[in-house]
């Protein structure tokens, strides 16, 4: 790298994905995402943008790159397998009325 | 046979970003979320205009709150179009360049301490008015950022209108203030909603696709309706004098907004058009001793 690629501001600061925990006892989400030099400041930044209000009590930053997603196009094959599985589900199951706890 | 597209819309789902859409969807999108995104950079200048002049420490911890929270809502934009697939510097630039455009409002000036409670009030509220049912719009990231928005745009509204209340408390001179505040940014206001519908080319598409959900002039006028009585509460007159109740439509009638006017300050005739882009460049180039900075930190720390 040049010097005077690292003085071009900017261009090339990676995409950071954000997750916040809302409270105690709740999954971290996925809240939106930022630019940032560093992780660090990742950090800071999406507590800036994304918790001004008390929106969370814990903070995940990663770099979008380094997500590996499902493809849309695929969607089909890719969850066929569950579809035809309806006796995973507690409604295949007949069972009395009066049979209580159940 | 309808696209996986089509369907989509209509069975009212959201598109999300990795989902097969047409062009021309994508370029609306991009057009209009940016447009919104600048709006909220832009809008951070005609306020804050009065941080430093703020009458009370409480009325600057109010104001400097509101005016961050109008950057982290562009924040939230820019992070919404991006996944569209264009890049946030791309952005910026069509902004400083003036190649993208941002909400004509804000190229009005804010000449008293007044306008802060009534950009709260009017245009906030308009801006409300404009959103809350974007947060039902097709595309799902532009969605969601609205609803995050809309929690923080009733802060806004209200810290608005107390203020006003306040003034309107106080002397004759500045409930004179007040109204005289309102008496320039009430025409701005309805035009944030845009041209008239039969002057909104785009329009149809754009609700056809899930992107809009009310045309302009529907949007222009739930605002007239919920804005007379809050006029009247705070004991300002609004300057229209066609505005009367019209018992038939259940509904008010209103006067139109000088449309030779709006698109004028659309054209950039406006009064800080100018004055708003100069600046916005200004802290662009002032800003990049920071940016190299950091930049030139996290590549030492990585080489460490």
């Keep these: 790298m040049t010097e005077h690629d690292e003085a071009r501001p900017r261009a090339g600061w990676p995409l950071y994905e954000v997750f916040v925990r809302g409270k105690r006892g709740l999954n971290h989400v996925h809240v939106g995402s930022l630019h940032a030099a560093d992780d660090q400041m990742a950090l800071r930044h999406a507590r800036d943008v994304y918790t001004r209000r008390n929106e969370g009590v814990s903070i995940w930053v990663v770099r979008s790159a380094a997500i590996v997603a499902s493809s849309p196009d695929e969607k089909d094959s890719f969850f066929e397998p569950s579809g035809d599985k309806v006796y995973r589900h507690p409604t295949f199951y007949d069972i009395p009325d009066d049979v209580p706890h159940m | ?304």
């Excluded at chain 2, 005609?46 to 509101?66: D, Q, T």
């Excluded at chain 2, 532009?142 to 509204?157: D, L, V, W």
């Excluded at chain 2, 449309?259 to 662009?284: D, I, M, S, T, Y």
């Design chain 2, 1 to 304: 046979m309808a696209s996986v597209f089509e369907q989509t819309i209509a069975r009212n789902e959201r598109i999300e970003p990795r989902d097969e859409m047409p062009d021309a969807y994508r370029a609306t999108l991009v057009r209009q979320i940016a447009q919104h995104a600048h709006s909220e950079i832009i809008g951070m200048q005609p306020e804050g205009n009065w941080i430093s002049r703020a009458p009370s420490l409480r009325r600057k911890l109010v104001l400097l709150a509101k005016v961050q929270d109008e950057a982290g809502h562009g924040l939230y934009l820019y992070s919404a179009a991006e996944t569209l697939g264009v890049s946030r510097d791309e952005l910026d630039e069509m902004l400083r360049t003036g190649r993208q455009k941002y909400s004509s409002i804000f190229n009005y000036p804010t000449l008293t301490y007044a306008d802060v409670g009534t950009i709260g009030w009017l245009v906030d509220g308009a801006a409300i008015c404009n959103q809350v049912p974007l947060c039902r719009t097709s595309y799902g990231p532009y969605g969601r950022a609205m609803i995050r928005i809309c929690k923080e745009e009733s802060f806004h509204q209200r810290q608005g209108y107390e203020l006003l209340m306040t003034m309107m408390g106080g002397t004759d001179a500045q409930r004179a203030m007040v109204q005289e505040s309102v008496d320039r940014f009430w025409w701005p206001a309805l035009m944030m909603f845009g041209p008239p519908d039969d002057d909104s080319p785009n329009t149809a598409q754009s609700m056809a696709w899930g992107i809009k959900r009310n045309t302009n002039d529907e949007l222009r006028q739930k605002f007239v309706d919920m804005t007379v009585p809050q006029a009247k509460a705070l004991g300002v007159t609004l300057p229209d004098p066609d505005l009367v109740w019209n018992e038939e439509r259940g509904a008010h009638d209103f006067g139109q907004p000088d449309w030779e006017e709006f698109w004028q300050v659309v054209k950039g005739n406006g009064p800080c058009n100018a004055q708003r882009l100069a600046h916005r460049r200004r802290a662009h180039d002032e800003g990049a001793w920071v940016r190299e900075a950091a930049s030139a930190y996290a590549a030492r720390s990585q080489h460490d």
